[in-house]
């Protein structure tokens, strides 16, 4: 019996640090991308606008935003909601504003493009990583993985979808567009899935969910 509860803390254990690694690698990602001048993924434009439109703080239209988010999977589908739905965040915010507080000089453009996709990347690999640990998912992965759980649609075509239709909103409620929110509708759905999949099959990982 002792021994059956110390594997399953062990299972525990790699799942919780499966979350910590990706929300880091988010978080620095999303670091990286702001960085390149370029922009990082539509839902910052979605703050901005929100925060434009209401008149309140960059910082209070992220948490309100998440808040809204966080209806559909209370109501369809609380095994999204977790201890990562509090923990991806805080690692998140806190890497982010780490590489943000890296001062970096001047870069050519090429330079930037570089930066805007390997910081994409990042986020992307990110998400698929803690998103893999089932130990609950931001509320925007929430409401994805919640969607392709009910309507059986690809992980990579509503992150895809979902990333345009922020970005719309963003947009029309003021938020500035740019290149980064862009690239990311076309990259970060696809190498999220990608990743997510290829995690996901990996005999290792079937194991942590074993009884």
Same mark, same amino acid.
């Given at each position: 019996?002792?021994?059956?509860?110390?594997?399953?803390?062990?299972?525990?254990? !790699?799942?919780?640090?499966?979350?910590?690694?990706?929300?880091?690698?988010?978080? =620095?990602?999303?670091?990286?991308?702001?960085?390149?001048?370029?922009?990082?993924?539509?839902?910052?434009?979605?703050?901005?606008?929100?925060?434009?439109?209401?008149?309140?703080?960059?910082?209070?239209?992220?948490?309100?935003?998440?808040?809204?988010?966080?209806?559909?999977?209370?109501?369809?589908?609380?095994?999204? !909601?977790?201890?990562?739905?509090?923990?991806?965040?805080?690692?998140?915010?806190?890497?982010?504003?780490?590489?943000?507080?890296?001062?970096?000089?001047?870069?050519?453009? @090429?330079?930037? !493009?570089?930066?805007?996709?390997?910081?994409?990347?990042?986020?992307?690999?990110?998400?698929?990583?803690?998103?893999?640990?089932?130990?609950?998912?931001?509320?925007?992965?929430?409401?994805?993985?919640?969607?392709?759980?009910? @309507?059986?649609? @690809?992980?990579?075509?509503?992150?895809? @979808?979902?990333?345009?239709?922020?970005?719309?909103?963003?947009?029309?409620?003021?938020?500035? =567009?740019?290149?980064?929110? =862009?690239?990311?509708?076309?990259?970060?759905?696809?190498?999220?899935?990608?990743?997510?999949?290829?995690?996901?099959?990996?005999?290792?990982?079937?194991?942590?969910?074993?009884?």
């Amino acid at each position: 019996m002792l021994n059956t509860k110390s594997i399953c803390s062990k299972k525990m254990f !790699i799942r919780l640090m499966m979350v910590v690694v990706g929300s880091s690698l988010m978080g =620095i990602g999303v670091g990286v991308a702001v960085q390149s001048t370029l922009g990082a993924d539509p839902l910052a434009v979605l703050w901005e606008g929100f925060s434009d439109t209401f008149s309140i703080t960059l910082g209070t239209a992220n948490m309100v935003i998440a808040l809204l988010m966080l209806i559909p999977p209370l109501f369809f589908d609380r095994s999204q !909601i977790g201890i990562g739905t509090i923990l991806s965040p805080l690692l998140v915010g806190y890497f982010t504003d780490l590489v943000l507080s890296v001062t970096i000089a001047d870069l050519p453009f @090429a330079a930037e !493009i570089i930066l805007m996709l390997v910081g994409l990347l990042g986020l992307a690999v990110g998400v698929a990583i803690y998103a893999s640990a089932d130990l609950g998912r931001s509320t925007y992965d929430a409401c994805i993985f919640l969607i392709h759980k009910k @309507a059986n649609i @690809a992980i990579g075509k509503l992150r895809s @979808a979902g990333d345009f239709l922020l970005l719309i909103f963003g947009v029309l409620m003021g938020g500035t =567009i740019s290149l980064g929110p =862009i690239v990311a509708i076309f990259t970060i759905g696809p190498v999220m899935q990608m990743t997510f999949q290829k995690i996901t099959s990996m005999n290792q990982v079937k194991l942590l969910f074993e009884e």
